[in-house]
């Protein structure tokens, strides 16, 4: 079956513009993650959402960054006036829930580069 | 959180068995025991999980101590699309929603 899927696979742009990632989850998967990793590192956690609950945000490196998702199913990641500092690849993550006994099963990600 | 350890990296042959050790001496009772890899220039993938019974799955079998302070990925015929790093973590059971962490993990190279 279809995975989740990330757009677009690679976003190159300058320094201070603003930046949309897309995800599309596994259907019918409540949970959904955004993570990121930069070259050669772990993943870093930004974002959860989980259902109709309040998104866990704790993970969200400053207020340029928001996420949202809409009906339950996609999800939209936004940078704001990016930096350097914010290339990486952003990873989206779905699980059937938010239980630690659900595989999270991930995207391949989209490749930011801020020039 | 309850760290887990594993070698940096391992060598295998294709279509050889793979042991893939995992150390987690602080292991609680309620730490779920999950490896996923990742393979070159795509997301992370999971293979399998456990809590206290050995488990198996069409990709992987795994394999825990019965202290549980150490677990084995075993991948019984290694082939060259298995070349990954593969990451061994826990996750505690009542931790809803919590997010994963990788380690370093181990490099498998697998010779043809």
């Known amino acids: 079956g279809a995975g989740v899927s990330q757009s677009p696979s690679n976003k190159v742009t300058e320094k201070g513009k603003d930046v949309e990632l897309r995800c599309d989850p596994i259907?019918?998967?409540?949970?959904l993650y955004w993570y990121r990793q930069s070259l050669g590192q772990g993943l870093e956690f930004l974002i959860y959402?989980?259902?109709?609950?309040?998104?866990?945000k704790s993970g969200l490196p400053s207020d340029r960054f928001s996420a949202e998702r809409t009906g339950g199913s996609v999800s939209t990641l936004t940078i704001q006036r990016t930096q350097q500092e914010d290339s990486a690849v952003y990873l989206c993550?779905?699980?059937?829930?938010?239980?630690?006994?659900?595989?999270?099963?991930f995207g391949d990600g989209t490749r930011l580069s801020i020039l | 959180d309850a760290k887990t350890t594993q070698p940096n990296s391992m060598e295998s042959n294709e279509e050889e068995p793979v042991h893939l050790p995992c150390n987690h001496s602080t292991i609680s009772g309620t730490d779920y025991i999950h490896w996923y890899r990742q393979l070159p220039s795509q997301g992370p993938e999971y293979v399998i999980h456990g809590l206290t019974s050995n488990v198996n799955n069409r990709m992987a079998s795994l394999a825990i101590a019965e202290d549980r302070k150490s677990s084995t990925l075993i991948l019984h015929r290694a082939t060259l699309r298995d070349a990954a790093v593969y990451y061994c973590?826990?996750?505690?059971?009542?931790?809803?929603?919590?997010?994963?962490?990788f380690g370093g993990g181990t490099r498998l190279m697998v010779k043809p």
């Open positions: 959402f989980q259902g109709n609950s309040a998104p866990d």
């Open positions: 993550a779905s699980s059937l829930g938010g239980s630690s006994n659900q595989p999270q099963h």
């Open positions: 973590i826990l996750r505690p059971i009542n931790n809803a929603g919590n997010m994963l962490t």
């Open positions: 259907s019918g998967h409540t949970a």
